[in-house]
């Protein structure tokens, strides 16, 4: 069946700009998660959301990032004025009502010039 | 504050070499525990995880894991590895009941596995 899908896979942008990484989860997945990645460390948790409820974005570093899943499924991760210290893997994951497993997307690597 | 500790950051072995990873975390309530895998090219995938019962999970590709929680750890076995095993290994921590969506991963230990 299909997984945990991203998009766009690899993004360039010039410092400044705003991004948006779109997460497509698993078919009934209730719950979404982001997590960010940076070079040789462990995902690093962001936030995540119970249908279209936001349940926890303690990990947003900071006001430029936000995150929405309006109608439940489909979930943008928006990162705007991006600076250098942005890049990094950032990566999706979804799980069933029990929260029990994440399954993983395949990331989108950014990357800001 | 929750931590989660890979102890190696690489490691090097020959196939048919014995495997254990180590990973230990600092909270002493309620954790839910996993490892992934993330092989060259591919993205994250679980290979065990505990939440309760006994202690020695088994997982996928004769990987094994045992809790022992007065050591709060749960470190990552495999008897005897496979070229194919050669990839980046993450222990993973839930914490408690607050926190259920939260995943907390150590610093990935990047195992070679040679022919």
């Known amino acids: 069946g299909a997984g945990v899908s991203q998009s766009p896979r690899y993004k360039v942008t010039k410092r400044g700009q705003d991004v948006a990484l779109r997460c497509d989860p698993i078919s009934g997945h209730v719950s979404l998660y982001w997590y960010r990645q940076a070079l040789g460390q462990g995902p690093e948790f962001l936030t995540y959301?119970?249908?279209?409820?936001?349940?926890?974005k303690s990990g947003l570093p900071n006001d430029r990032f936000s995150a929405e899943r309006p109608e439940g499924s489909i979930s943008t991760l928006t990162i705007q004025r991006t600076e250098q210290r942005d890049s990094a893997m950032y990566r999706c994951?979804?799980?069933?009502?029990?929260?029990?497993?994440?399954?993983f997307g395949p990331g989108t690597r950014l990357l800001v010039l | 504050a929750q931590s989660v500790s890979q102890h190696n950051h690489h490691v090097i072995l020959s196939e048919a070499a014995s495997l254990e990873l180590g990973c230990n975390y600092s909270?002493?309530?309620?954790?839910?525990l996993f490892w992934y895998v993330q092989y060259p090219g591919q993205h994250l995938q679980l290979l065990l995880k505990?939440?309760?019962?006994?202690?020695l999970v088994k997982g996928i590709k004769g990987f094994e894991a045992e809790f022992i929680k007065s050591k709060f750890s749960f470190n990552l076995r495999k008897p005897s590895v496979q070229w194919s095993d050669t990839a980046e290994y993450f222990c993973?921590?839930?914490?408690?009941?607050?926190?259920?969506?939260?995943?907390?991963f150590g610093a990935g230990t990047q195992v070679v596995v040679t022919p």
């Open positions: 505990y939440f309760s019962g006994d202690p």
């Open positions: 959301f119970n249908y279209e409820a936001q349940q926890d």
């Open positions: 909270y002493g309530g309620t954790v839910n």
């Open positions: 994951a979804s799980s069933g009502l029990a929260q029990e497993t994440q399954y």
């Open positions: 993973a921590v839930r914490y408690g009941a607050d926190s259920w969506g939260k995943l907390q």
